[in-house]
């Protein structure tokens, strides 16, 4: 596959990206209670054959313990985990930004973000870096075009909301990204360098939309990847219709927010 080799003593995948061989990548994933899931999703990664990964886990004060679990493991995989604490609850967006931000600060080539609760397969690492190719600076994962779905036992109703909210959040934004609302996405580091970080504002489910609007706002360049997205087995899940109907009130104000990388763009 282009922009990928094996590495001939130890058969890790080795990427190359604008260039560059010796990657780092960084893969985000912001906690709150996961403390059954995040051995689980900790180890699928670290054993992925490809080099230069790490995790970075953004705990926000875990009542159930997940926090001092990253540590523990962490310590167990010096180097290539590591964990930032916060005083508590504070929201998913503000939890990416800070990973976002860290990666910047520590030289990452290649920043990710995904769910600890196994929604986001694994094993599609690898082709969502295969994907971050010549002009490519955002792999984005799919639930919405050919080759992607929504969890099979999911009932008519959960998957027509789910469908809509995503179709509601790009007709008003006119995107012609096919999922604007999942939260399974690689991104060069060119492109979060040039993302207006401070001045996100979306917080929670509308998180997810605000940037992708905001990297098209930019002209960046995107692949969507399809997936099958998987309920998850462990934990409880932190999406509410309180959070839907909220996302769906917010989506309006990004046109505003945002009004003037709209009006760059258009210039």
């Known amino acids: 596959m282009p922009g990928m080799r094996y590495n001939q003593f130890n058969l890790m995948l080795q990427y190359t990206i604008e260039g560059k061989t010796h990657l780092k990548i960084l893969i985000i994933i912001p906690t709150y209670n996961e403390s059954e899931n995040l051995p689980l999703i900790t180890a ?139 939260g399974f996405r690689l991104w060069k580091r060119s492109l979060l360098a040039r993302m207006p970080l401070d001045a996100i504002r979306s917080n929670g489910y509308i998180f997810q939309v605000e940037m992708a609007y905001v990297a098209y706002l930019l002209g960046a360049k995107y692949r969507e990847i399809p997936f099958y997205f998987a309920d998850r087995k462990l934990g409880r899940s932190k999406m509410s219709a309180k959070i839907q109907v909220e996302a769906a009130i917010n989506v309006w104000r990004l046109l505003n927010i945002h009004k003037h990388i709209r009006l760059l763009e258009e210039k």
Do not use: C
């Not at 699928?44 to 926090?67: F, Q, R």
């Open 44 to 182: 699928a990664l670290l054993a992925l054959p490809v080099l230069g990964l790490s995790v970075l886990i953004v705990d926000d004060n875990s009542p159930d313990g997940t926090g001092q679990l990253a540590d523990d493991l962490a310590q167990q995989n010096t180097g290539r985990m590591f964990v930032l604490h916060r005083t508590g609850k504070l929201g998913l967006g503000t939890a990416y930004i800070t990973g976002f931000k860290y990666g910047l600060a520590n030289g990452y080539d290649v920043i990710g973000q995904m769910d600890a609760d196994f929604s986001h397969p694994v094993d599609k690492v690898p082709v969502f870096l295969n994907a971050l190719q010549g002009s490519v600076e955002l792999a984005i994962g799919s639930r919405y075009i050919p080759g992607g779905s929504l969890d099979e036992a999911w009932p008519a109703w959960r998957k027509f909301l789910s469908g809509f909210g995503n179709f509601y959040a790009r007709t008003i934004l006119r995107l012609p990204i096919r999922d604007v609302t999942g």
